[in-house]
Structures are given as structure tokens and as C-alpha cells.
């Protein structure tokens, strides 16, 4: 075939040589042992930990576990046990209570809190950890980068018998005790650094930070040849590498929060986001000064018929009156009644003469006044079969349909403020114009969908479409804002009320009402709130206390364990 017809045919080149590349790399690494399934062991090597003097013995009993994550904790506990990281016993001085992390593929890993055991009594040697900028001069000069992930790198390490009950645990199924190096020692990773510089000394073009490694060479060539040197020395050791997690002869790899390819290295624009935002969540301060994220609007579902759904409030005092609204959410037809007395009895009366018209609702919604939540209320709303939805405190915006009414009431009634009459006339007056010609449905009126006839105004010439218009409004009255979702046993910051108290207080949630409102247990009392009324409490006490006792290179360590096994 001639260049001419290659030309025809477009034939992408860099495809084809790069299928070849792949074809002759995946020979190249089959023939390594250390891309086997199984957990390695390093040969010869048992680490033996040292206590200060004096050193007494520390028993905690194991902790509660979510119900959600206990299957997955004791399938983990199972797996480790069969691959003999974990055995079983019955007795032990020493027992940490452990702390489950989910991982990003749903499974769970077993982590023992030894910051309450056996860390403080820990003799830690002193082995500096390498910096970065140190590792990426050794790559200078490299065009390709191979990325090489230890698989369950610390695991691969065995503890010396004389250790393994320092590193005991208690779980939900009983007490076991490491046979190989745990994550959460305080001298892991300075003992695995060291190890690893021990296993690569005097290779070429690879460098290594804990249990992540990058290999390179100045040209293809070389790289392969110190990619063959660095798989022959870890199969030696008895090392394990997680295939899924490498990648080979790369231009460009992100290492240590950079970017690394042949013309240098940038900062990793992504992680320095991440890294601000878990800044600003581990502030206690900024936690409890900040305001909630605010949830999307969750409109209320547009009743089918009238008298679906009514939402009542009191407007008030004002022009030295009180005010009953109670407003259809499908007819959108209103009523105000003037009221001399806010009490439970009043109310209740009003609501018997405006029922007494309009017939009895299915549901009715109000706020948290008093009359609403009296004994008395509720037993009028049970008799007459209402079923009764209330708003969380303070938050009124859930029965933003009575609050705006509230709202074109009161504009309508100080727009009439000059005009002669008595209260009832300047409510009539005023009423007779708040017939909302804006959220009308279909060219009928409140009054035609809730009567059936229509009533003439001088407003009959504007007749827009209820429905679409409703539709449109809770579209544009959406916020751009993240869905939140709160679940049983959530740590929250509640928004709290009270006088001479913190502004917001720690509490638990222990019921879901619905899409946004929640019941939380604080102290010893059970309050009623709105999602925009609560704060995840993002940091656990354990995360905070285990950010105050580490290092910097220790969390940095943590965080590269959690993405590399």
C-alpha cells in the first residue's frame, strides 16, 4: 500500500505504535512475581517495637459501630484473619478500640486508635522522612515515569512475637492482635521509610516516599532497564505491587500533590483545593460561626384539587390589629379574618366560620405559634379528620406560601392606610385587590378554581396560566445550591434559640420527617429542625484529636495510605 493510499486512509500512527507499547509492556511485567494477588512478606525483616520505661498496660473496651458499616467491619476483620495479618485471642493487657474508614470503593479499612494505648508509651525512632523536592531532583532528567503502589504496603511487614500485644485490638467480635505492622503506629512510617531505603539502595533513576515509588530513565531504554532492576529487588525482598494502582511509562503522573512530567513539576491545582476546603472543615471556629449551606428548595407538591392543602399564619400587630390569612395552595383563594384575640379558643373559632364556607381541608400547615401547637388545636384539627404539618422553628420559609401572602396583605393594607373606613372596610378594600392575577391557572382565577364560577373585578382582563406560572416561579426561586442529606446518628451543629447561649450547639440526629426536616437530640431534649438549621459537624472528635497528635509528614502519609491500598 503507498503513502498516497495511508494518507487516504488517516491512519493515526501514535495509536498504533502506542497498542504495540502496551502489548510489549504487559509481556515485560508478567514476568514478575510481585504483581501476584497475594500479600507479600518482607523477607528476614520482624519489627520489633520499644517502650519507654516504666510503660503500663492499656485495655479499652471496643467501641460502638454504625449498624451500616458492622457486616463490613467483621467481613474486613475476616479477610485479614485469613490472610493472617489478624489472629484471634482470648486475653490481652493491651487492647486499642478501633476506627473504621470507609474507602472510596465502598469497603471498609480497620484502623486501631493506639493514640489511647500504646503510641504515648512508644520509644520512635528517629528516621527523617524524605521532602519532595529532594525526590524530584533525583528524577531530573527523566522523560517517562513509572508509578509503582505497595500493595498494603505496612501489612507486608512482620511484627516481632514479643510486640504483637501492643497492638492488639478489640472489636465487636472480640480481641485480636496484629502479626504484621498496623497503620496507626507512631513509628509505622518512619520504619517502613527506612526499610524501603534499605530494600532500593544503590538503584538508579527511582525514588520512594513511604510505600509510593516512581521510576524513570532519561530515554526508554534506560527506563526499562531500572524499571527491571527495581521489580527484581522487591520480588527478592517478598514485596507485593498493586497492578490497579500503577501505571507505566507515562509522560505525565501526579506524585506527592504534583505534577511531574519531562519539563518539571506543578503543583496539583485539584489537591490544593482539596486541601483548603479540609482546612476550613477542621476550623472549630469556622464551623460554628458559618451558616449552613442552604439546601435546594423542595417545593411543596401542587395540590390535585382545593382544599388539598390550606397554610395558615397571624399577621401582626398591625394598623393596632391582629390577623388571621389562611390561603388554598391550589386555588390560591384567601381569607383574612380580623382578630381581637390571638388565643387558642379565638382561632379555632375563626377557622369553624371559614370551614364553615369552605369546607374542611385534608391538610393544614402552619408555623409553631402557640395557639398551633396547644392541646386544643390539635384536638379540633383530630375531630374534623386535618391532618396537621408544622414548620420547623424558625424557619418560616416552609410555609413560604402563608408567609408571602402575609407579605401582599400588608403592602396592600398600607397602601390603603390614608383612605377613610374602618379595619374591616380596609381589609375588604385591600382584599378585593390581593385576588393574585399573577399565579392564575389555565385563564381561571382563585375564585373560579375554588368556587367554580367566577367573580367579577376589575382585574378580569388578566388571566396568565396558574400552573405554568407556579412551575416557573420554583424554578426561578431555586438557589444554586448543593443538595445536602442528612442520615440516623449524623453529628450535627443545631442552630440554637435560646437566649444567652452558643449560636450553635453539637447535636445527633435520630429521626428523618422528611426531605428537610429532622428531629435531634440535644442534651436531653429532641428539637424540630430545618436542614438549613444544621451543620454537619464534618470533623469527629477522633479525626480532631488524631490531627493535634500528628505530624505533618504523618498526615500526609495517612492521606497517601488511604489512596494507595
Not at 509510593?212 to 532492576?229: F, Y
Not at 505534577?259 to 476546603?277: C, F, K, T, Y
Not at 381561571?444 to 412551575?471: S, Y
Request: proline share 5%.
Amino acid at each position: 500500500m503507498g503513502r498516497e493510499w495511508l494518507s487516504v486512509l488517516r491512519v493515526d500512527w501514535k495509536k498504533v505504535f502506542q497498542v504495540n507499547q502496551v502489548t510489549k509492556l504487559t509481556d515485560f511485567i508478567s514476568n514478575y512475581d510481585v504483581f501476584k494477588d497475594d500479600l507479600g512478606c518482607v523477607k528476614g525483616v520482624k519489627v520489633k517495637l520499644e517502650l519507654v520505661e516504666g510503660a503500663e498496660p492499656k485495655f479499652f473496651k471496643a467501641r460502638p459501630i454504625p449498624f451500616a458499616l458492622k457486616s463490613k467491619v467483621g467481613e474486613e476483620l475476616e479477610r485479614m484473619v485469613q490472610l493472617g495479618v489478624l489472629e484471634k485471642v482470648d486475653y490481652s493487657n493491651w487492647a486499642a478500640p478501633i476506627v473504621p474508614v470507609r474507602k472510596p470503593d465502598s469497603s471498609v479499612r480497620v484502623c486501631g486508635d493506639y493514640k489511647v494505648t500504646v503510641n504515648p508509651c512508644l520509644k520512635i525512632k528517629e528516621y527523617p522522612l524524605p521532602k519532595a523536592n529532594e525526590l524530584f531532583t533525583k528524577l531530573n532528567g527523566g522523560e517517562k515515569f513509572t508509578k509503582l503502589d505497595l500493595t498494603h504496603a505496612y501489612q507486608q511487614v512482620q511484627i516481632d512475637e514479643s510486640s504483637r500485644d501492643y497492638v492488639c485490638i478489640n472489636t465487636h467480635l472480640g480481641l485480636f492482635r496484629y502479626t504484621r505492622l498496623p497503620f496507626g503506629i507512631a513509628s509505622a512510617t518512619t520504619i517502613f521509610q527506612e526499610l524501603m531505603q534499605k530494600i532500593l539502595s544503590g538503584l538508579k533513576g527511582v525514588v520512594c516516599y513511604v510505600d509510593d515509588l516512581i521510576v524513570t530513565g532519561c530515554n526508554d531504554k534506560e527506563h526499562m532497564e531500572n524499571l527491571h532492576a527495581v521489580l527484581t529487588r522487591l520480588s527478592e525482598w517478598g514485596l507485593r505491587v498493586k497492578k490497579s494502582k500503577c501505571t507505566f511509562m507515562q509522560d505525565t503522573v501526579e506524585y506527592l500533590g504534583f505534577v511531574l512530567n519531562a519539563e518539571g513539576i506543578d503543583p496539583h491545582s485539584q489537591r490544593i483545593d482539596q486541601d483548603i476546603e479540609e482546612m476550613v472543615r477542621s476550623c472549630n471556629v469556622c464551623s460554628q460561626l458559618a451558616d449552613p449551606i442552604k439546601a435546594p428548595v423542595n417545593p411543596w407538591i401542587y395540590p390535585s384539587c382545593p382544599g388539598e392543602r390550606v397554610h395558615i399564619d397571624f399577621a401582626g400587630p398591625f394598623l393596632g390589629k391582629m390577623y388571621l390569612l389562611i390561603i388554598d395552595a391550589h386555588s390560591k383563594w384567601a381569607d383574612v379574618v380580623v382578630m381581637e384575640s390571638t388565643t387558642t379558643e379565638c382561632t379555632i373559632s375563626a377557622l369553624r366560620k371559614i370551614f364553615a364556607s369552605w369546607g374542611l381541608p385534608e391538610q393544614l400547615v402552619s408555623d409553631n405559634g402557640p395557639q398551633f401547637i396547644s392541646h386544643e388545636f390539635e384536638t379540633f384539627l383530630k375531630e374534623n379528620a386535618i391532618k396537621h404539618v408544622r414548620s420547623p422553628p424558625r424557619h418560616p420559609a416552609t410555609n413560604g406560601e402563608a408567609e408571602r401572602f402575609v407579605k401582599t396583605f400588608k403592602m396592600a393594607m398600607k397602601a390603603s392606610k390614608g383612605a377613610a373606613g374602618s379595619i374591616q372596610t380596609k381589609v375588604a378594600g385591600s382584599y378585593s385587590h390581593i385576588g393574585p392575577p399573577h399565579i392564575l391557572s389555565q385563564g381561571k382565577r382563585p375564585q373560579k378554581r375554588f368556587m367554580g364560577r367566577e367573580i367579577r373585578t376589575r382585574l378580569d382582563h388578566l388571566r396568565p396560566n396558574l400552573a405554568k406560572a407556579v412551575r416557573k416561579r420554583q424554578r426561578g426561586d431555586e438557589p444554586k445550591a448543593l443538595p445536602r442529606q442528612l442520615n440516623l446518628g449524623d453529628s450535627v451543629r443545631v442552630r440554637d434559640y435560646r437566649l444567652n447561649t452558643e449560636r450553635w450547639v453539637e447535636g445527633e440526629v435520630v429521626e428523618v420527617l422528611g426531605p428537610l426536616t429532622y428531629k435531634v437530640q440535644v442534651e436531653n431534649n429532641i428539637w424540630k429542625r430545618h436542614i438549613n438549621q444544621l451543620k454537619g459537624n464534618s470533623v469527629s472528635k477522633a479525626a480532631q484529636d488524631f490531627c493535634s497528635e500528628s505530624s505533618p509528614e504523618q498526615l500526609a502519609r495517612f492521606q497517601s495510605d488511604e489512596h494507595g491500598t
